[in-house]
């Protein structure tokens, strides 16, 4: 009898030893690159940056986070629809590849990739130099109501870039709307004063924020934020203008499903992880987190909304 119990135990030691083996199996790769459009210090890259800390571990592999600028994210999206679906390379998904399909047209476009999840939506701020002048959203639509503004973006096909073109068009002012290539570079221009306000994330401006050399004007979100409990939302202030920027991840297109499962589970294991849901709340980031199987719908259905907002202020035909 004691010899059967023995048998038993080690019967399932070796079945439990297996059952880790096959979950835990070495990554086809040893190192995931994930590209942003994003310049160093921009939105995109301080998100991708953190994630990778906690994902790396997750999925068994080193990741390392490649800056691929030019063409609003068009350069990006071709090495990716280029890209072996091995495992290999993945990119941040963000409105800006959308926007950059419809308005560029690029040889390579959202639909030449898989989206493969969301993690996040991400509340934009509207922000000015802490030395500005301007205390109030409305300060600064004065301003332009007088002598034209001066308002800063990220690239064109950002939906920074697109979200104060809807002020435009809510408010009927014509501020001259400067794009750039990533964040970093709009907060410098903001805090030397070459422009009135800029567009970005809690997370890229969070630094700029707790040394006080920016404030906050208004918030682009459908509510107020957690962090910042006496912003108003620019909608409060009286103008219809809200936007959802959302933050995930796609793949080339033709990625295994097992790698697809891989990538949920180890997703969805690094969201319940203590460490980084306090960083990710500190950020403001809003979880939000769609699997495989429904982002591509959640991406088709936002292409269309986007194709046909452009479309009503005769931006595109």
Do not use: C
């Not at 790698?259 to 709340?281: F, K």
């Amino acid at each position: 009898m004691i010899f059967t119990k023995q048998k038993a135990a080690i019967f399932l030691v070796l079945i439990l030893n297996l059952s880790f083996s096959i979950y835990a199996q070495d990554y086809p790769v040893d190192t995931i690159t994930i590209l942003t459009h994003s310049r160093p210090g921009g939105g995109s890259d301080v998100f991708l940056r953190e994630l990778s800390r906690y994902l790396g571990p997750e999925l068994g592999a080193n990741i390392i986070v490649k800056n691929v600028t030019g063409g609003s994210g068009a350069s990006a999206i071709a090495e990716l629809a280029r890209a072996k679906p091995d495992g290999s390379k993945f990119y941040a998904t963000t409105p800006t590849f959308i926007y950059t399909s419809l308005l560029s047209q690029p040889a390579y476009t959202y639909q030449d990739v898989d989206p493969l999840v969301n993690l996040f939506f991400d509340p934009e701020l509207i922000y000015t130099a802490a030395n500005s002048p301007f205390q109030t959203l409305e300060d600064v639509l004065n301003k332009a109501r007088s002598s034209r503004g001066l308002w800063g973006a990220a690239n064109p096909g950002s939906m920074e870039r697109q979200s104060l073109e809807q002020l435009k068009l809510a408010t009927g002012l014509n501020a001259a709307v400067i794009s750039h290539e990533g964040g970093g570079d709009l907060i410098i221009n903001v805090l030397n004063g070459t422009l009135d306000i800029g567009v970005g994330e809690a997370q890229e401006l969070q630094s700029q924020i707790e040394a006080g050399s920016l404030r906050i004007l208004a918030t682009l979100s459908d509510t107020r934020l957690a962090q910042f409990p006496e912003i108003p939302t620019v909608q409060e202030l009286g103008y219809e203008v809200v936007v959802r920027k959302f933050r995930g991840i796609a793949a080339p297109k033709g990625l295994a499903p097992e790698l697809i499962l891989r990538w949920e589970q180890a997703i969805q294991s690094v969201l319940e992880n203590p460490d980084y849901q306090a960083s990710y709340l500190a950020d403001n980031l809003r979880l939000n987190y769609i699997n495989h199987a429904d982002y591509q719908g959640f991406i088709d259905d936002f292409a269309l909304e986007t194709q046909s907002y452009l479309r009503r202020v005769g931006i595109i035909e």
